[in-house]
């Protein structure tokens, strides 16, 4: 039996998942409004709390709200007893609770022996707000007083956008006519006039308080707020690090009645600004607003839908997994995460995926550079940036169709040049090509994928083996697409180039059974069998085969040598053995806990080039079993023991002995995006590619049926899986054989595919 089942299960009829005993940790729902030019990113917990972000269209990024200091409290009048809708932080312990996370919204439900409370939070996706509804039942015989506190601390710190933080100091005052209290960062460096934050309570407002120590006590702990001791709000604003709202409404509640309470958090320029926010909302608009966002993430999920078999995988990619890419948009700002969202975001939302990548392409050099991060900006070069530029555009061309994505023009960063997605591509091409060191390998840089391999004087010009090998997997596809267009001397250059670095990787990075990871300007090896730590790395050998510059045996040695000496009950180790001290010329990694992260730990991005790379050796085994240690609720690490979030992709699992199997962070991986594209497109075999869709899949000998529903270039597929043996024998579509593995391209209607293994 799942450990899932311990603490809750998905709802799949509803698209959620009910939490309803306390979990390992807090477990924590994202929600966000669209892509765009004021963008909210708002974790909660399965008590209420969390940060609220807000980063504007260059990047500028102010945090309005963060962890354990952002709760409901609700007071019975006449007893001072304090409760709470996620029954923490208060003291009173409910009789029944849970915790529903929805893509749209996130629902808390307490009960407790006079009262039930539910809190519905969502972020909606035309405001720069958070909104919190809370719902209050009076199950007692008797009337009931009742105060109802909403409470957060508002630190309003951020960074401006090229990265520089902006820090505290802040002031606050209660307006009562708006129902709430406004906060302001008057730090002179503050780049714009939105580092501003307010809570307003839309009804019964009774009093409000601006800071922290004027609602808790000296302690400071939100379990024991003055409330308790009947204290009601003063209407006091105030001055300091640790300015905060706590809004206080009043209502009478009759025996046996509800009664509703809606809350408003957000960023405004002004006083005026919240007012024409609270002009719009009333509780109907509100409801609507909610709505429409549930109607977005339905929409949405209904992209792609698996079977596979296992319920709780099955809801984590039919529920959540296209909310996951989504979000991960507006939290992240690094070009490479961005580019690898897009490539898979587009299964389900190609409008933001294409326009993303375009605005992310906007941030590239002319001479084929590409900084760390451009919103907010990072000038640090690591090598990997531009590769993923060949990366992404063909995912994105092969999913739609549309090969006008390579006219369109986009300008080059800090520069009068524009060139088309074309010319981007070429630019990279030939940086790359170029851009090599003593030993014929792209350089290295500041770091690559791996960002511990930071470079140290020690180490010298380094040169990464990972990257060369991702040029190749991006030359042959601009070879592919060069040959499509009819640009035959560009795939003869594409060509040639792929060759001779596939004869100097297999010449020099080939170490006997696997390849190193990085060669220092020394000569010196990282990742290679004669290193007492840090022998072998998981990437440079996915990326051999993805790359397909390991030709036939060496394929199979290197993935061998994957399971071999990197896989473990709970995942892959990105290396092995850790690195047990600092060694200048491996970097930061090798400072960081042995185990842990990228330091030997599992982390869990790189297992997902590692999935598709079993996929290209046809060892469905390897990718099921892939797929099953990452995906949350591996049975050899239950979420009892990573505190893994059912719902939700993580970055890693430790391998340290005080916190072994532990997950680090969820929603925020390119893991999601990697195990999306293993599943559909690999294992499931629903795969894009310019001439249609391509029916491969590379099943498990354990699964004997699987569906998929599969929205491509305007039509529906419905895909039956029938597993009898490795290969393809037949393929039905709509009862009728086809030639062939790649389905028709229809553009329209609902479709039955048959497939028979």
Not at 694 to 719: H, N, Q, S, V, W
Not at 728 to 754: M, S, T, W
Request: charged share 25%; hydrophobic share 35%; aromatic share 12%.
């Amino acid at each position: 039996m799942s450990s899932i089942s311990k603490y809750g299960k998905f709802i799949e009829e509803e698209s959620c998942f009910e939490l309803v005993n306390e979990p390992p940790r807090k477990w924590r729902n994202i929600h966000y409004n669209r892509i765009g030019d004021r963008e909210v990113y708002c974790e909660v917990s399965n008590i209420g709390d969390g940060p609220t972000r807000i980063r504007d269209e260059d990047g500028t990024t102010c945090n309005l709200t963060t962890w354990d200091s952002k709760f409901i409290y609700v007071r019975d009048d006449s007893t001072n007893k304090v409760y709470c809708p996620g029954g923490n932080p208060g003291i009173e312990i409910p009789v029944k609770k849970y915790c529903r996370y929805y893509p749209e919204k996130t629902v808390l439900y307490a009960k407790y022996r006079k009262i039930e409370l539910i809190q519905r939070v969502f972020v909606p996706s035309v405001l720069p707000v958070e909104i919190w509804t809370l719902y209050l039942r009076n199950i007692s015989r008797k009337k009931l007083k009742i105060s109802v506190f909403a409470y957060a601390l508002f630190p309003l710190d951020g960074c401006d956008k090229e990265g520089r933080y902006i820090g505290r100091d802040n002031y606050s005052e209660v307006i009562p006519e708006l129902g709430g209290v406004f906060i302001t960062n008057r730090n002179r460096f503050a780049p714009t006039n939105r580092f501003k934050g307010f809570m307003i309570a839309l009804k019964n407002f009774y009093a409000a308080d601006g800071y922290r120590d004027q609602f808790l006590r000296s302690e400071f702990a939100v379990g024991t707020p003055k409330i308790l001791f009947g204290y009601d709000c003063q209407n006091k604003g105030w001055y300091g690090p640790d300015c905060a709202a706590a809004v206080q409404t009043k209502i009478d509640i009759a025996a046996g009645s509800s009664r509703r309470i809606d809350y408003v958090i957000g960023q405004a320029a002004s006083i005026t600004e919240i007012r024409k926010i609270r002009n719009t909302l009333t509780e109907k608009k509100i409801d609507e607003l909610c709505a429409e966002q549930e109607k977005r993430e339905r929409i949405r999920s209904r992209s792609y839908t698996v079977r596979t078999g296992n319920k709780n995988y099955d809801a984590l990619i039919n529920i959540f997994v296209k909310k996951q890419l989504y979000s991960y948009l507006i939290n992240k700002s690094g070009f490479r995460d961005n580019l690898q969202v897009d490539a898979a975001l587009v299964m389900s939302d190609p409008d933001d995926a294409i326009n993303n990548f375009l605005r992310a392409l906007s941030s590239q050099y002319p001479d084929g550079r590409v900084p760390h991060s451009f919103r907010p900006l990072n000038r640090l070069q690591y090598s990997d940036k531009p590769a993923w530029i060949l990366f992404a555009v063909p995912a994105l061309i092969k999913e739609t169709g549309d090969f006008s994505l390579l006219e369109k023009v986009v300008p080059f960063f800090e520069s009068n040049e524009k060139g088309t997605v074309w010319e981007h591509m070429l630019r990279t091409m030939r940086y790359l090509a170029s851009d090599t060191g003593k030993h014929g390998f792209c350089r290295q840089h500041h770091a690559d994928w791996n960002d511990g391999l930071e470079a140290t004087k020690e180490a010298g010009d380094r040169e990464s083996i990972m990257v060369t090998q991702q040029l190749c997997y991006g030359l042959l596809e601009l070879q592919e697409i060069a040959s499509l267009l009819g640009e035959k001397s560009i795939a003869v250059e594409a060509s040639q180039i792929y060759q001779d670095f596939k004869a100097k990787l297999n010449k020099d990075a080939w170490d006997g059974k696997w390849y190193v990871r990085t060669i220092c300007e020394d000569g010196y090896r990282i990742g290679s069998s004669e290193n007492k730590e840090g022998k072998i790395f998981l990437n440079t050998q996915s990326w051999a085969v993805i790359s397909q510059t390991a030709d036939g045996e060496r394929a199979k040695i290197c993935m061998d040598s994957v399971k071999k000496y990197l896989e473990c009950e709970i995942g892959f180790r990105i290396c092995a053995p850790g690195f047990s001290k600092y060694d200048p010329r491996v970097g930061r990694m090798s400072n960081s806990m042995p185990g842990f992260a990228e330091n030997g730990g599992c982390y869990n991005h790189a297992a997902g080039f590692k999935g598709l790379a079993d996929c290209l050796l046809r060892r469905g085994n390897d990718a099921w079993r892939t797929f099953v240690k990452i995906a949350p609720d591996n049975p050899q690490n239950p979420v009892s023991q990573s505190a893994c979030e059912p719902f939700s992709f993580t970055n890693m699992y430790a391998l340290t002995k005080h916190c072994y199997g532990f997950a680090g962070y969820p929603w925020r991986t390119g893991t999601a995006a990697w195990f999306t594209i293993l599943l559909v497109e690999w294992i499931l075999g629903a795969r894009r590619s310019y001439s249609g869709l391509i029916i491969d899949p590379c099943l498990p000998e354990t699964m004997k049926k699987a569906e998929l529903i599969r929205k491509f270039r305007g039509a529906e597929y419905l895909i039956r899986i029938n597993n009898t043996g490795a290969k393809i024998k037949k393929i039905k579509l709509d009862g009728q054989f086809i030639r062939g593995n790649i389905l028709p391209d229809l553009r329209n209607g609902k479709h039955i595919v048959e497939v028979l293994l």
